[in-house]
């Protein structure tokens, strides 16, 4: 098929903190060395911070290196943290909260700011655009260019094409993005990161990837209950009850609003435990409902977190590019913090790789790339926290934080030895039968909701008549394998409605639906599925959520 074709000196896969600043700092390089790039972002969210979801509780280190003069220049960072609350939730009732004294101070935010981190990638796309790099929203980035064995680039997908695969009127085909380096910067299981690092074996003799899944609501509050910069973080219940792992976080922003979410680890191994689930019934414990009871609930949305940390993260150089943030996973799980890692990888990967175009390379890979990550901040923090998700993962989230608190507080440093976890979060799913069933109570529509009301005020949406985006490899295993044994978790642990069983409209029984207009790319059902069989690749460009100040 002929394509249109584009040519750029560097190409960026993903508009978020990692891809923006590097297109950033590599575009300060150039004119501080008085020369012309050419530098292009392409984002498959319908505008820049679309699909941008996090916390956010926002180091400012790499914003500093970046743009020392951020606050001058209007970026969003208004809400500075004033204190931290960490309760252990004992039960459904009861709480205690963690004396100061006794939180691992990875844990401490004194010095960081309560952002919505889409308002500050809407920012940074600003300062791009004004250095001079072209920004594209709402072109997905569906395919590599590789070309005797380097990445040449991308092809965006085709727009236009129905169900069945036929081209309806308007049909567009993609085009053909070239650059001498293209950087990946697509977020957690990016999915061409993801094809990147099994093609050229980049995660060899690395342990697997783990990750959680981070389910956030937004809510106006009552003024009276309302403290700016207030951060609260919770452990225990209700994830305990079910044997999961993870925590919540209530952060107080500006203007009588609060980010409230639960992060439930994916290496849970009951199949009946549903994340959204746990979230809504986190909301009825008495530290959080205090806050929310009487306000109103205006944004929803979910996105998997990859923090396997420093023991999983793959090489991050191949021929032709580089991988960038949470796309290699770089988030610091121990700090619950990754737009700040991000960044930093970002603004690496952009002096490497203008010092490469400076020499003038094209394609080669950026060898000198790892040296330059091991000399940085970003490599000494992951390090440092390498045995941090291991240790919660083995021993739970009390012991493992004791472990957390001895190597941060009173080591000041990293125990001597490591820490592996080396099974993948889909393989430690038990069989049903084995499993204790969970019975969630129903929405009270106030507190609690469904997820099809929740997927509505996430604004997503898709074309209805394209090809579906998630991927069975063998259609029969949902049926035949995982419902008989694992009682079909895709049902449970999407938390947007995509996967049902259901009865088929013939009578011949049970069928696997895909709800695929409700996906808002959370990329759960690509890391979860116990068989593997689920491959998330991109929709038509501008489709999923559209997230407002999240």
Same mark, same amino acid.
């Given at each position: 098929m002929e394509r249109e074709s584009m040519e750029f000196d560097v190409l960026i896969v993903g508009g978020g903190p990692a891809g923006l600043s590097a297109a950033c700092? $590599?575009?300060? !390089? &150039?004119? +501080? &060395? %008085? +020369?012309? !790039?050419? *530098?292009? *972002? $392409? +984002? /498959? %969210?319908?505008?820049? %911070?679309?699909?941008?979801?996090?916390g956010t509780v926002f180091e400012p280190t790499a914003l500093n290196e970046l743009f020392p003069d951020w606050k001058e220049k209007g970026a969003p960072l208004n809400t500075p943290v004033t204190r931290d609350d960490i309760f252990l939730l004992k039960n459904q009732e009861n709480a205690t909260k963690i004396p100061n004294a006794f939180v691992p101070k990875n844990m401490h935010n004194h010095g960081n700011y309560i952002i919505s981190l889409g308002n500050l990638c809407r920012w940074l796309a600003e300062q791009a655009e004004q250095l001079g790099v072209e920004v594209y929203p709402g072109f997905a980035a569906s395919e590599t260019i590789v070309e005797d064995g380097q990445v040449k680039g991308i092809i965006t997908g085709d727009m236009g094409v129905a169900r069945d695969g036929s081209e309806k009127d308007g049909y567009m085909p993609g085009m053909e993005l070239r650059a001498k380096y293209t950087l990946f910067t697509e977020g957690c299981r990016g999915h061409l990161g993801k094809r990147l690092i099994s093609e050229y074996k980049l995660d060899e003799g690395k342990d697997p990837q783990h990750y959680g899944i981070g389910i956030k609501e937004l809510w106006d509050i009552d003024p009276a209950k309302h403290e700016p910069g207030l951060v609260v973080h919770t452990t225990g219940w209700p994830l305990n009850e079910s044997g999961s792992t993870g925590g919540s976080f209530l952060y107080h922003l500006e203007n009588g609003q609060v980010y409230v979410g639960l992060i439930t680890d994916l290496a849970y191994s009951n199949p009946h435990v549903s994340p959204f689930e746990e979230f809504q019934r986190l909301k009825h414990h008495p530290e959080v409902k205090k806050y929310l009871e009487g306000g109103k609930r205006v944004a929803y949305g979910a996105r998997a977190i990859a923090k396997g940390g420093y023991n999983a993260l793959p090489k991050m150089s191949f021929p032709g590019g580089l991988l960038l943030g949470c796309d290699a996973g770089t988030l610091n799980s121990s700090k619950i913090k990754g737009s700040h890692t991000a960044m930093k990888s970002g603004l690496l990967g952009a002096e490497a790789v203008f010092e490469a175009l400076k020499e003038g390379k094209t394609g080669e890979e950026i060898t000198s790339f790892q040296k330059r990550f091991e000399d940085s901040w970003l490599y000494k923090e992951l390090y440092a926290e390498r045995n941090f998700g291991p240790a919660m993962h083995k021993f739970g989230n009390i012991i493992g934080g004791a472990v957390a608190f001895f190597e941060q507080n009173i080591l000041r440093g990293s125990l001597p030895i490591t820490f592996r976890d080396t099974t993948p979060d889909y393989a430690t799913m038990k069989p049903a039968s084995e499993c204790k069933k969970i019975n969630y109570p129903k929405p #009270? =529509? /106030?507190?609690?909701? #469904?997820?099809?009301?929740? $997927?509505?005020?996430? =604004?997503?949406?898709? +074309?209805?008549d394209q090809p579906v985006h998630l991927k069975l490899t063998d259609p029969d295993i949902p049926l035949k394998e995982n419902l008989p044994k694992f009682d079909e978790p895709a049902q449970r642990y999407c938390p947007a409605g995509v996967y049902e069983v259901v009865e088929a409209d013939d009578g011949s029984g049970k069928k696997f639906q895909i709800n695929a207009q409700n996906c808002v790319h959370c990329k759960t059902c690509d890391i979860k599925d116990p068989a593997q069989n689920i491959t998330w690749v991109t929709p038509e460009g501008g489709g999923g959520p559209n997230y407002p100040n999240m």
């Open positions: 700092r $590599v575009m300060q !390089l &150039a004119q +501080e &060395a %008085g +020369e012309e !790039l050419t *530098v292009c *972002v $392409v +984002e /498959k %969210g319908s505008e820049i %911070g679309a699909h941008i979801l996090a #009270d =529509n /106030k507190l609690t909701f #469904d997820r099809l009301t929740s $997927v509505f005020i996430s =604004n997503t949406n898709h +074309e209805e």
